[in-house]
């Protein structure tokens, strides 16, 4: 098989609600990418920086998410928080799908603890997978 590609704990939440913002150019390009390989071959669970990562302008010295003074702390235990609620464990490899059937159901509590803060809850309003989980709204 060819490459599997790694994601970490809080994008097998947050990359649901992509919908064409990032960051530069090529890290939009190269999410783009992986998710289209994710949703082909499925993914492995991984700590830390993740195929996605690997493009962001914030990444430093390929292991620090330095995006503020506290975004590696924070990322990691977001990472762990998605983890816990999606209970799932690192290094572990699973579908896309199976991941995207359990997030209605994890979804208020992620909403409470991250998305009422987070910088990009702008963009992820525009997706309506994100609305309708939100509202209350979203039917298998
Ligand atoms: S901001 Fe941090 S966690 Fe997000 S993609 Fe960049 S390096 Fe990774």
């Known amino acids: 098989m060819s490459h599997i590609p790694k994601l970490r704990g809080h994008h097998l939440i947050c990359l649901h609600f992509f919908n064409g913002k990032g960051y530069s150019e090529e890290f939009i390009k190269s999410l ?3 998710l289209e390989n994710v949703n082909r071959v499925g993914f492995e669970i991984c ?4 195929d996605i990562c690997r493009k ?9 998410c330095a ?18 609620l999606l209970k799932k464990t690192t290094g572990t490899k699973i579908k896309w799908h199976d991941i995207k059937e359990v997030i209605p159901g994890i979804f208020s509590l992620w909403l409470k603890r991250y998305c009422k803060g987070c ?4 963009a992820c309003e525009e997706n309506a997978f994100y609305r309708e989980l939100r509202d209350g709204k979203y039917t298998l």
């Open 67 to 84: 995006y503020d003074e506290q975004s590696d702390e924070e990322i990691t235990k977001m990472d762990g928080f998605a983890l816990e």
């Open 32 to 34: 783009r990418e992986t």
């Open 56 to 64: 962001c302008p914030y990444l430093e010295n390929g292991e620090i």
């Open 47 to 50: 700590k830390g920086p993740d």
């Open 119 to 122: 910088s990009w809850k702008g």
